[in-house]
C-alpha cells in the first residue's frame, strides 16, 4: 500500500474521536415518540383557545334534547372553565322548558324501538378521534363532525373576550335534562367532559366525550326518524408578533390548568 494512502487512513482515524465527542446523538423513547403528535406551536403566540361540544337528539315527533359545553381561555382567563347551555326544543303547540328536572312525557304516537346493535366494548379503549354511527332502524340521520379553526391576530384585542353562556360546569359535576326526546346530562370528571343523551322509547343513544388526548363521538340507533348530531369545533388565534419572555411563562402557567380537567 502507498505511503499516501496509510496517511489518509491515519488521519481518519484520528478524526473520528474528535466528531464522536463534538455530535452525541439522543435517542428517544418510544413512550416520548409516542406523545409528540401533530404541530407545534409556541404558548406565547396563542391569543386565544377555544372548545365548543354540541350534541343533540331529535326524535320523530320534531322533540329535540341536547347540550352546548364550551370553554374559551384567553390572558385575562383565571383558570379553564366549561359553560354548559341546555337546548329544549319542542314541535309548534307543545310547551318548551329548559334546565334540569322533570319533562314532558314520551308523547303521543311514538313507537317504540325494536332494533338491536351488540358488541362494541373496544369502542371504550380507543385513542385520538373515534367517530362511530352503528344503526338498527330505518330513516335514521346521525352526523359527527370535528372542526380545527386557526386565525391570526396582531393584536389582543383582536380577539375580545366574550362573556360565558350557560352554567359553570365544576369539576366532577353533572348537569341533568329530559324532555319527550330523552334524557341528558353533562359531566366534568377528571378524565374530561362528556356530553351524553339516552332517547326515550328505546330509540337508542349518543355520547361524546373529550378526554385524556382523545375526542370519542359514538351514536347507537334502535329506533326509526331520529336525528342525532355530535359536533364539536377547536378554536385557536394565533398572534402575528412574537411575544416576550414573561408572556411565555404567563401563557404556559394557563394550559397548565387544563390538566386538573384531564386535558
Given at each position: 500500500m502507498k505511503?499516501?494512502?496509510?496517511?489518509?487512513?491515519?488521519?481518519?482515524?484520528?478524526?473520528?474521536?474528535?466528531?464522536?465527542?463534538?455530535?452525541?446523538?439522543?435517542?428517544?423513547?418510544d413512550q416520548e415518540l409516542a406523545t409528540l403528535r401533530g404541530r407545534f406551536v409556541m404558548p406565547g403566540r396563542i391569543v386565544s383557545f377555544g372548545i365548543v361540544m354540541t350534541s343533540t337528539w331529535q326524535n320523530a315527533e320534531g322533540q329535540l334534547i341536547g347540550a352546548t359545553s364550551a370553554m374559551k381561555i384567553q390572558q385575562s382567563t383565571i383558570k379553564p372553565q366549561f359553560y354548559v347551555s341546555m337546548i329544549d326544543?319542542?314541535?309548534?303547540?307543545q310547551t318548551s322548558s329548559q334546565g334540569s328536572g322533570s319533562g314532558s312525557g314520551a308523547g303521543?304516537?311514538?313507537?317504540?324501538?325494536?332494533?338491536?346493535?351488540?358488541?362494541?366494548?373496544?369502542?371504550?379503549?380507543?385513542?385520538?378521534?373515534?367517530?362511530?354511527?352503528?344503526?338498527?332502524?330505518?330513516?335514521?340521520?346521525?352526523?359527527?363532525?370535528?372542526?380545527?379553526?386557526?386565525?391570526k391576530a396582531s393584536q389582543v384585542d383582536q380577539a375580545p373576550a366574550t362573556p360565558p353562556q350557560g352554567q359553570a360546569l365544576a369539576p366532577g359535576q353533572t348537569l341533568v335534562g329530559n324532555n319527550g326526546a330523552g334524557s341528558l346530562s353533562v359531566s366534568s370528571t377528571g378524565s374530561g367532559v362528556q356530553l351524553n343523551i339516552v332517547a326515550n322509547n328505546n330509540q337508542g343513544s349518543t355520547v361524546q366525550r373529550l378526554a385524556q388526548g382523545g375526542l370519542m363521538q359514538n351514536t347507537t340507533l334502535l329506533g326509526?326518524?331520529?336525528?342525532?348530531?355530535?359536533?364539536?369545533?377547536?378554536?385557536?388565534?394565533?398572534?402575528?408578533?412574537?411575544?416576550?419572555?414573561?408572556?411565555?411563562?404567563g401563557n404556559l402557567d394557563q394550559l397548565k390548568g387544563l390538566r386538573t380537567i384531564g386535558f
Open positions: 505511503t499516501s494512502t496509510w496517511l489518509a487512513v491515519v488521519c481518519l482515524a484520528a478524526s473520528l474521536p474528535t466528531q464522536a465527542a463534538t455530535f452525541k446523538p439522543i435517542e428517544l423513547k326544543e319542542k314541535p309548534a303547540g303521543t304516537g311514538s313507537v317504540t324501538g325494536t332494533g338491536t346493535v351488540t358488541g362494541g366494548s373496544g369502542l371504550n379503549t380507543t385513542e385520538g378521534v373515534t367517530q362511530v354511527v352503528r344503526a338498527a332502524g330505518d330513516n335514521n340521520t346521525a352526523y359527527n363532525n370535528v372542526d380545527i379553526n386557526v386565525a326509526s326518524s331520529n336525528q342525532v348530531r355530535n359536533l364539536t369545533s377547536l378554536n385557536v388565534v394565533l398572534r402575528d408578533t412574537v411575544p416576550t419572555a414573561g408572556s411565555l411563562n
